[in-house]
């Protein structure tokens, strides 16, 4: 079974910091794109990252306008994971963060990172960000 599971949430002042974590199991890691969201209190999941297959891509990442400049993805195909760097934190990229694999294999990331391309996600990993 495929099975996530995202780690490196906190707290943090604005301005700060923080390295999430996903690490995957049960399918072919470095045949499918992996996405990072993210739900605040009372909103939708938005799409923050996603990272295109290594097999076909080569990793290409793309962002959310609201997280460019300030978060970076990245994958470690012998450990499995997928990270995602937050730096520049805002109090709004407060939310649980979640990462997410497609019910299938698949390669290349749409610059619209959309939840509903995605079949299984992790537990999320809480991140506030606060003065």
């Known amino acids: 079974q495929v099975h996530l599971v995202e780690s490196g949430g906190g707290l943090v002042q604005p301005g700060g910091s923080l390295r999430l974590s996903c690490v995957a199991s049960?399918?072919?890691?470095?045949?499918?794109?992996i996405g990072w969201f993210r739900q605040a209190p009372g909103k939708e999941r938005e799409g923050v990252s996603c990272i295109s297959s290594i097999s076909k891509f080569d990793g290409t990442t793309y962002y959310a306008d609201s997280v460019k400049g300030r978060f970076t993805v990245s994958r470690d195909t012998a450990k499995n994971t997928v990270y995602l760097q937050m730096n520049s934190l805002k109090s709004e990229d407060t939310g649980v963060y979640y990462c997410?694999?497609?019910?299938?294999?698949?390669?290349?990331?749409?610059?619209?990172?959309?939840?509903?391309?995605?079949?299984?996600w992790g537990q999320g990993t809480q991140v506030t960000v606060s003065s």
């Open positions: 997410a694999v497609p019910p299938g294999p698949h390669h290349y990331c749409s610059d619209n990172i959309w939840p509903g391309d995605y079949a299984s």
């Open positions: 049960g399918f072919a890691f470095d045949n499918y794109i």
